[in-house]
């Protein structure tokens, strides 16, 4: 894995991701933090305010002589000057109480606030409201406010904190999430260059997160596997091309060749004729074969696709094929679902398909044994199963016979082009079926299972 320099990561989506959620929390925080501090001080305020009304209502409704007498009785008792509860005469003087002098305004009944100087040294704020009594005299009521100043700055140091907090651990999680993000596009890049050199077998590296990077790199993986068994078939159908068709061709050539040179009765260039017409026919055969194949790969059939009964497809199948295999003993059995085991297909491919299996499976077959086409179905899904009691297939060998024109060596005497299960395996992807061979013991069991049940 190649390093992750931390000049990369503020390019990357991750990190840039990491921005805009820090970015959408802030001003989250920073509203909510806003409204808890508006709400919390216009709360305190009104308390406050609350209380100075009650305190001004209480003192109005006392007599002028025990109004006088109750505020200087306050005044001695408050001597810290906490609630300071102040009489004035009409002109200014103090007739009772603790300040010295009428604060400033002349608004009277709001609450307002000021800065008293106290008569022993030091200021306080004071929030305070002026009040005109009948007798003509003023009425101050007033609060010691410093406590109310001081948890708002409180407050407002702690919602600075945290949102310094806030926006330090952001940075920290979107640098964070900013190199997990690299090094996971790292291992990616990595990867992606192996397999541009042409190591067909890398594999992009899958977390197993299942987030959309495990997503996308499961489907690039689905797409190599595919790639590399298309590269490898067209290296196996090279290679046997070279191998299978040789043999016909240098045979065709031969014939030619030999007529050619020899002066041969009219009836021997008759049969040398139809014995080069038999090879160029059977050469043509096979390349129709893998143009077909070909045409199934390229899903150019779903056009095709319809309802389909498996258990009529393999009906049809064994009743075409019963008069090869009575000619050699051997009893075709077919096993229905209890069913109808209807799927969404073309039925001439899974037709022939079909066919294909049951010729195989005759074919290799010792006389006088039983070949059986079975359509199961369960949890609405529906295999084919076409079993022989044949030689069966090795299992070293079960992949490559899916091969185009890939004959085992216990075959290549027998009739045919290598291309019969290539077919099947095609018809098999076009309608994304799972193909599988097992052992009978004896033969061999080939099962085409995964469709899904329609109506």
């Known amino acids: 894995m190649s390093s992750v320099r931390l000049s990369d990561i503020p390019r990357t989506s991750g990190f840039r991701v990491g921005l805009v959620f820090l970015a959408l929390f802030g001003v989250s925080f920073s509203g909510l933090s806003g409204y808890t501090y508006w709400k919390t001080a216009i709360y305190l305020k009104q308390e406050v305010d609350a209380n100075l009304y009650r305190q001004v209502d209480s003192r109005t409704g006392q007599p002028a002589a025990l109004r006088l007498q109750e505020i200087r009785k306050h005044a001695d008792?408050?001597?810290?000057?906490?609630?300071?509860?102040?009489?004035?005469?009409?002109?200014?003087?103090v007739l009772a109480g603790a300040l010295q002098a009428l604060p400033p305004g002349e608004k009277f009944d709001i609450p307002r606030e000021f800065r008293?100087?106290?008569?022993g040294g030091g200021h306080r704020p004071i929030r305070f409201i002026k009040h005109r009594l009948e007798d003509g005299t003023l009425l101050v009521v007033a609060q010691d406010v410093y406590d109310l100043l001081e948890f708002d700055e409180l407050l407002v140091h702690a919602l600075v904190s945290?949102?310094?907090?806030?926006?330090?651990?952001?940075?920290?999680?979107a640098f964070w999430l900013g190199n997990s993000t690299r090094v996971r596009l790292n291992a990616l890049s990595e990867a992606i260059k192996r397999i541009v050199e042409g190591d067909l077998s890398r594999r992009l590296p899958v977390k197993g997160s299942y987030d959309d990077i495990d997503r996308i790199a499961t489907v690039v993986n689905g797409m190599l596997d595919e790639l590399e068994r298309l590269m490898s078939e067209v290296k196996g159908v090279c290679d046997d091309i070279a191998h299978d068709l040789r043999t016909p061709l240098t045979r065709l050539i031969a014939r030619l060749e030999r007529a050619q040179r020899r002066g041969l009765q009219a009836e021997e260039y008759a049969q040398t004729l139809d014995a080069a017409l038999d090879d160029a026919k059977g050469l043509l055969s096979t390349f129709r074969a893998l143009l077909r194949i070909s045409e199934i790969e390229d899903s150019v059939r779903r056009s095709h696709f319809a309802a389909v009964d498996l258990n009529r497809i393999g009906w049809d199948a064994v009743e075409?094929?019963?008069?090869?295999?009575?000619?050699?003993?051997?009893?075709?059995?077919?096993?229905e679902s209890t069913r109808p085991a209807t799927i969404a297909g073309d039925p001439q491919l899974l037709f022939d398909a079909t066919c294909n299996l049951l010729d195989n499976a005759i074919k290799f077959s010792p006389d006088h044994s039983t070949v059986t086409v079975q359509v199961s179905e369960a949890e609405r899904r529906v295999t084919l199963t076409v079993a022989d009691q044949g030689p069966g297939i090795?299992?070293?060998?079960?992949?490559?016979v899916f091969r185009r024109?890939?004959?085992s060596e216990s075959s290549r005497h027998t009739v045919g082009n290598g291309l019969g299960l290539s077919l099947v395996a095609a018809v098999s992807r076009?309608?994304?079926?799972?193909?599988?061979?097992?052992?009978?013991?004896?033969?061999?069991?080939?099962r085409i299972s995964g469709a899904e049940l329609i109506g």
């Open 77 to 93: 008792q408050d001597h810290e000057g906490r609630v300071p509860h102040t009489l004035f005469a009409e002109d200014g003087s």
């Open 116 to 119: 008293w100087d106290k008569p």
């Open 162 to 173: 945290g949102g310094i907090v806030f926006l330090l651990v952001g940075l920290v999680g």
């Open 320 to 335: 075409l094929f019963e008069p090869l295999a009575e000619e050699r003993g051997i009893t075709v059995q077919m096993i």
């Open 394 to 400: 090795p299992e070293a060998e079960r992949d490559a």
């Open 405 to 407: 024109l890939y004959r």
């Open 430 to 446: 076009l309608h994304d079926l799972k193909l599988e061979v097992d052992d009978a013991r004896p033969g061999c069991i080939i």
